[in-house]
């Protein structure tokens, strides 16, 4: 994860900033990246969630996600068990 400033943490734990990415039983597939690159056109932060048992440790979770941020050319601001803040 990259370390960011007070208020993008602030505005990634707020609760009322929704999950619009579900990474499925399939994993990383062209359409997920394709999808958090077109709501990071006009969204500056987003949300994804992994579904559960895709990713059965942290670490795993952690390469997950680490690799949709570098396909994306995006930020990896918060990871959070299931949970991961992308921003760009």
């Known amino acids: 994860m990259v370390e960011v ?3 993008l943490r602030k ?3 707020d609760p009322t900033l929704e ?4 990474v499925g039983k399939s994993g990383l597939t062209d359409s997920v990246v394709s999808e958090l690159n077109s709501q ?5 932060m987003v949300k994804a969630k992994l579904n ?12 997950l996600w680490q690799m949709l ?5 995006s930020k990896l601001i ?11």
């Open 5 to 7: 400033d007070k208020r």
């Open 11 to 13: 505005r990634a734990l």
């Open 19 to 22: 999950v619009t990415i579900r």
């Open 40 to 44: 990071l056109k006009t969204r500056t």
């Open 52 to 63: 559960r048992g895709l990713a059965d440790n942290s670490a795993d979770r952690q390469n």
């Open 69 to 73: 941020a570098e396909q994306t050319s």
């Open 78 to 88: 918060l990871m959070r068990g299931n949970i991961a803040v992308f921003y760009r």
